[in-house]
Nanobody, 119 residues
Framework: QVQLVESGGGLVQAGDSLRLSCAAS????????MGWFRQRSGKEREFVGQ????????SYAESTKGRFTVSKDNAKNTVYLQIDSLNIEDTAVYYC????????????WGQGTQVTVSS
């Protein structure tokens, strides 16, 4: 089993940048990749982007292309989500999750980290 801990959230101003971290422990060698999701108030959780542990291939939701960047540090078993030019609509709880195989459902999940963007 893989355990995930997100960090790096907080209160930021519109236009700022922020980098979230997702530290993985446990059976990380069995993971295919990691994904980032977010859940805005009153809305369903939505896919943001993902990265494979081997090769570092990334993919993004259409709505997040350009301002969101997923990266990783294999030595630290950590995946990052860089968000640039934050706007109020980015206010959400951000989660990371494991993907055990290509096209497999995501899980387990971290506890999430809150990002609040003020105008």
């Amino acid at each position: 089993q893989v355990q995930l801990v997100e960090s790096g959230g907080g209160l930021v101003q519109a236009g700022d940048s922020l980098r979230l971290s997702c530290a993985a422990s446990g059976r990380t060698f069995s993971a295919y990749g990691m994904g980032w999701f977010r859940q805005r108030s009153g809305k369903e959780r939505e896919f943001v982007g993902q990265i494979t542990w081997r090769g570092g291939r990334t993919s993004y939701a259409e709505s997040t292309k350009g301002r969101f960047t997923v990266s990783k540090d294999n030595a630290k078993n950590t995946v990052y989500l860089q968000i640039d030019s934050l706007n109020i609509e980015d206010t959400a709880v951000y989660y990371c999750a494991v993907q055990t195989a290509a096209a497999a459902p995501f899980g387990p999940w971290g506890q999430g980290t809150q990002v609040t963007v003020s105008s």
